[in-house]
T-cell receptor
Framework: NAGVMQNPRHLVRRRGQEARLRCSPM?????VYWYRQLPEEGLKFMVYLQKENIIDESGMPKERFSAEFPKEGPSILRIQQVVRGDSAAYFCASSPPANYGYTFGSGTRLTVV | EDQVTQSPEALRLQEGESSSLNCSYTVSGLRGLFWYRQDPGKGPEFLFTLYSAGEEKEKERLKATLTKKESFLHITAPKPEDSATYLCAGSNTGNQFYFGTGTSLTVIP
């Protein structure tokens, strides 16, 4: 029973490029959450999605960031025109419906050069 | 503002030296207080959920407790393999967790 799968593990992008981070939830989990962890800071909530729906995006930056969780396939966190300040570890978590606990993936470490 | 504060930022213990990590929270309508362990380069690993003041949970050398304002993670006779960053998080909706910045624990053999 595979856990939450995130890829790539490491991603290097030049300023102005696009970054696409993928997350496959655990089997049976239909809720996906994205968090960002900046150096020396705690995990910050970004967005909560269910299949084909964004439920809460109150933590998403207003520009350049978007997320989706299509009917088929992984959840995608997309960052357009990346800047150095986007360098961070991005973690995805999933949970089953009506369950009060997350399982986290191993994260994608984005470096913008 | 809903937030979680952890102390100390870092803790060094000799193997076998028991101690406690603190998590203070101001999360309105708290529905759950969570403890996670995070190893370098990895995602957080779930340890405990506490739902109400007075609740305690134990797992091996770890025990988590909850009051109306704070939670403690007690580590009894720690071993080097307990070295990690311990994260505390509170939630009032079940959707969004408010994480502290963690306590980095180092256990010296």
């Amino acid at each position: 029973n595979a856990g939450v799968m995130q890829n790539p593990r490491h991603l290097v992008r030049r300023r102005g490029q696009e970054a696409r981070l993928r997350c496959s939830p655990m089997k049976g989990h239909s809720h996906v959450y994205w968090y960002r962890q900046l150096p020396e800071e705690g995990l910050k909530f970004m967005v909560y999605l269910q299949k084909e729906n964004i439920i809460d995006e109150s933590g998403m930056p207003k520009e350049r960031f978007s997320a989706e969780f299509p009917k088929e396939g992984p959840s995608i966190l997309r960052i357009q025109q990346v800047v150095r300040g986007d360098s961070a570890a991005y973690f995805c978590a999933s949970s089953p419906p009506a369950n009060y606990g997350y399982t986290f993936g191993s994260g994608t470490r984005l470096t913008v050069v | 503002e809903d937030q979680v504060t952890q102390s100390p930022e870092a803790l060094r213990l000799q193997e076998g030296e028991s101690s406690s990590l603190n998590c203070s929270y101001t999360v309105s309508g708290l529905r759950g207080l969570f403890w996670y362990r995070q190893d370098p380069g990895k995602g957080p690993e779930f340890l405990f959920t506490l739902y109400s003041a007075g609740e305690e949970k134990e797992k091996e050398r770890l025990k988590a407790t909850l009051t109306k304002k704070e939670s403690f993670l007690h580590i009894t006779a720690p071993k080097p393999e307990d070295s990690a960053t311990y994260l505390c998080a509170g939630s009032n909706t079940g959707n969004q967790f408010y994480f502290g910045t963690g306590t980095s624990l180092t256990v010296i053999p």
